[in-house]
């Protein structure tokens, strides 16, 4: 084996080193102020921060955000995720219309509304995701995407922000079954999987979607198993990327996926059915939504 291949199976299975197509090149924190100070003036969280997504600095570029609602601390501890946990601050009533005005200095045109997990709250936070989607839709000529958490299942939340009827309802299931234990310990996959089905059932016209992050131990077989599982809920629109640890605290990689296998994966989702499908190892939910929304037509 030479030097080479020796460095590549280390960075595939998950020593810790970052193989070349998991790199970007950081664009300039000039052509990200914009972004940066509108957020700060109208004290707005969002989950391209919070998160520390990769894909940041080429968003705040292109002059788009994914809005997080209900503060920036969760209530939930999932082994993925690098959002603040603990005990959160009480709602802020004035949110919906900050996150709107945000929405029209912006000038955007597709926005993506998410949120930290509030087991804390009656109702989940369903009602602030109700009047975000409502302040949004004064703006007018907006395509209002919103990425919710599960809120425990419970029936009534779930309608709330689907009557609301936001152009796409996003759940994402994050992981196959068998790794839900590991990384998703205050979660339920079939609870995850009935949130999406619930939203198809009762608002047929919204489009629902979900996503996946690969590379946490699952097999082909359990992602293919996974993805059929969301055509079933009646899931539309698909998202797969790759898990990149936020730090030595969280779940390890076992994996890096190759770029080919993403190919295969977004293939074998519209073969499923998945009206659209965006797969690859810098992929999220809201990463470049509104071009998947077009992909899966209206």
Same mark, same amino acid.
């Given at each position: 084996? @030479?030097? +080479?291949?020796?460095?590549?199976?280390?960075?595939?299975?998950?020593?810790?080193?970052?193989?070349?197509?998991?790199?970007?090149?950081?664009?300039?924190? /000039?052509?990200?102020?914009?972004?940066?100070?509108?957020?700060? #003036?109208?004290?707005?969280?969002?989950?391209?921060?919070?998160?520390?997504?990769?894909?940041?600095? /080429?968003?705040?570029?292109?002059?788009?955000?994914?809005?997080?609602?209900?503060?920036?601390?969760?209530?939930? +501890?999932?082994?993925?995720?690098?959002?603040?946990?603990?005990?959160?601050?009480?709602?802020?009533? *004035?949110?919906?219309?900050?996150?709107?005005?945000?929405?029209?200095?912006?000038?955007?045109?597709?926005?993506?509304?998410? @949120?930290?997990?509030?087991? *804390?709250?009656?109702?989940?936070?369903?009602?602030?995701?109700?009047?975000?989607? #409502?302040?949004?839709?004064?703006?007018?000529?907006?395509?209002?995407? !919103?990425?919710?958490? *599960?809120? =425990?299942?419970?029936?009534?939340?779930?309608?709330?922000?689907? $009557?609301?009827?936001?152009?796409?309802?996003?759940?994402?299931?994050?992981?196959?079954?068998?790794?839900?234990?590991? !990384? &998703?310990?205050?979660? *339920?996959?079939?609870?995850?999987?009935? !949130?999406?089905? $619930?939203?198809?059932?009762?608002?047929?016209?919204?489009?629902?979607?979900?996503? %996946?992050?690969?590379?946490?131990?699952?097999?082909? #077989?359990?992602?293919?198993?996974?993805?059929?599982?969301?055509?079933?809920?009646?899931?539309?629109?698909?998202?797969? =990327?790759?898990?990149?640890?936020?730090?030595?605290?969280?779940?390890?990689?076992?994996?890096?996926?190759?770029? /080919?296998?993403?190919?295969? %994966? =977004?293939?074998?989702?519209?073969?499923?059915?998945? @009206?659209?499908?965006? @797969?690859?190892?810098? !992929? &999220?939910?809201?990463?470049?939504?509104?071009?998947?929304?077009? /992909?899966?037509?209206?």
């Amino acid at each position: 084996m @030479s030097d +080479s291949d020796s460095d590549r199976t280390d960075r595939l299975n998950g020593n810790g080193r970052f193989p070349p197509w998991i790199r970007k090149r950081l664009p300039s924190a /000039e052509l990200m102020e914009p972004v940066r100070l509108t957020l700060k #003036e109208l004290k707005l969280a969002t989950v391209c921060q919070s998160a520390q997504c990769p894909n940041i600095g /080429e968003c705040f570029c292109r002059g788009t955000a994914t809005f997080m609602i209900l503060g920036d601390v969760c209530t939930r +501890s999932c082994r993925f995720c690098a959002v603040k946990k603990g005990a959160p601050a009480a709602l802020q009533e *004035d949110e919906p219309f900050r996150v709107a005005e945000a929405v029209r200095r912006m000038g955007l045109k597709h926005v993506v509304v998410t @949120s930290v997990t509030r087991d *804390d709250l009656p109702d989940g936070g369903a009602g602030q995701f109700r009047r975000t989607i #409502e302040a949004l839709r004064k703006v007018g000529g907006v395509i209002v995407e !919103v990425l919710t958490p *599960d809120f =425990g299942g419970n029936r009534a939340n779930i309608l709330t922000v689907a $009557l609301a009827k936001p152009d796409v309802f996003n759940h994402n299931i994050e992981t196959v079954r068998r790794l839900y234990g590991q !990384v &998703r310990p205050e979660a *339920d996959y079939e609870r995850s999987l009935g !949130v999406i089905a $619930l939203v198809k059932r009762e608002v047929p016209d919204v489009k629902t979607k979900s996503g %996946l992050m690969l590379g946490l131990g699952e097999t082909r #077989e359990e992602t293919i198993s996974a993805l059929e599982d969301l055509r079933r809920a009646g899931c539309d629109i698909v998202t797969l =990327g790759q898990y990149l640890r936020p730090s030595a605290a969280h779940a390890p990689i076992a994996r890096f996926l190759l770029p /080919e296998e993403f190919d295969e %994966l =977004g293939a074998e989702a519209r073969r499923l059915g998945f @009206s659209a499908a965006a @797969s690859g190892p810098f !992929v &999220r939910s809201s990463y470049h939504a509104e071009h998947v929304f077009q /992909e899966a037509g209206s």
